[in-house]
């Protein structure tokens, strides 16, 4: 039978956070500005999903092809990034929510890999729930790497021993997948994860997506049929 939300909710949301910047140019602001808006939002609105019920939330911050962006506006991330890991872990302790960061270390400064590494230990006990944080990550990287990672093995996968080697291992598929700021496209994130995620695009820029915003798309979530390719 067809799954539908008021009998299966979501287990696993991911949003990609898009819009800080045109945020802020619509302002006149500087983009950074429009970042550390959508820093406070995604911190209010993490509390939101998890008190939904939502096991797993994954949120995009940082890709791999957004690297490429002015120097200035990278050092602003990086500087949110800083704050994020080192003001704003004790209350996930608290909550018992358990943090992974997913991405290429290397990619971040050293002390902002240093610490990203330190909040994932402190949290590793939290069985409530799980945050997820993409910073520096591409899925068709993620992919590559999981494929080496089974050669090097000796290993003939299957489809759950892939899904194992990739940075998401552990977590279930995503149910549902969050965009704002108008864009309709994955942009390279969790692209094995979301083969069977339903899909839902918001035009707001991420610094005004709500809570009610985020009820509006578990609402349209709780329309859809999940048929996973059966018919009815």
Known sequence: MPQKYAKVP????????????RWAKKRLLPRAAG??????????????????????????????????????EIEGLFEIFREYFGKHIAPLVEKGIALRVLGDAALVPPDIAASMREAEKKTSAGKNGVLTVAIGY?????IVGACNRALQDGQKVTLESFAEKLSTGGMPAVDLLIRTGGEKRLSNFLLFEC??????FSDKMFPDFSDADFDA?????????????RIE
């Open 10 to 21: 979501p287990q696993h949301v991911a949003v990609i956070m898009d819009g800080n910047g």
């Open 35 to 72: 970042h550390r808006a959508g820093f406070r939002r995604m911190l209010s609105l993490v509390d939101h999903i998890f008190a939904c019920g939502i096991r797993y939330c994954t949120l995009f911050a940082l890709s791999c092809e957004n690297l490429n962006r002015p120097r200035e």
């Open 138 to 142: 591409g899925g068709r990287q993620d």
């Open 195 to 200: 083969a069977y995620a339903e899909l839902y």
């Open 217 to 229: 798309a578990l609402e349209a979530y709780a329309g859809r049929e999940r048929r996973y390719g």
